[in-house]
């Protein structure tokens, strides 16, 4: 399985812009460009599209995880924080937060923390990232 994703680009870093597009056209020439990576402007940046994917792929594994445990989740919310700092050789991904939030009925502790680090370490997007990656779970009564 393979999917596709496209960028363009026109000039230089800082003054550039681009466009991202997905063949899904789920993101259809959605902009991008120094300021909304580094300052604030309309459109994304990797970073945001990679904590997106993150959040998203890590939720799913989730839930495969919690059905290995004979359990099924009424609501997995997870936000993904990347972090994306300046080092001696340039700019590198630091860092990839996860914070998880589930109601789950009928999940004891032992058998939501199980599922959620099985989760992290099985996300085929937390195996993607050479970063270290952390995990604020809560299980919500």
């Given amino acids: 399985m393979k999917r596709t994703a496209s960028a363009h680009w026109q000039g230089d870093l800082q003054g550039g812009n681009g466009t991202i597009s997905t063949a899904s056209n789920t993101l259809n020439q959605t902009p991008y460009s120094f300021k909304t990576r580094f300052e604030q402007g309309a459109g994304t940046n990797p970073e945001e599209l990679l904590a997106a994917a993150h959040a998203g792929c890590f939720s799913m594994a989730l839930s495969l995880m919690l059905a290995n445990?004979?359990?099924?989740?009424?609501?997995?919310?997870?936000?993904?924080?990347?972090?994306?700092?300046?080092?001696?050789?340039?700019?590198?991904?630091?860092?990839?937060?996860?914070e998880l939030r589930a109601r789950i009925p009928g999940a004891s502790k032992e058998a939501f923390d199980r599922a959620a680090q099985n989760a992290k370490n099985g996300c085929p997007v937390s195996k993607l990232y050479n970063t270290n990656i952390t995990l604020d779970a809560q299980l919500e009564g």
């Fill in 69 to 98: 445990e004979g359990l099924r989740a009424e609501a997995i919310d997870t936000k993904c924080t990347i972090s994306l700092d300046k080092q001696a050789e340039g700019f590198a991904i630091t860092g990839s937060h996860l």
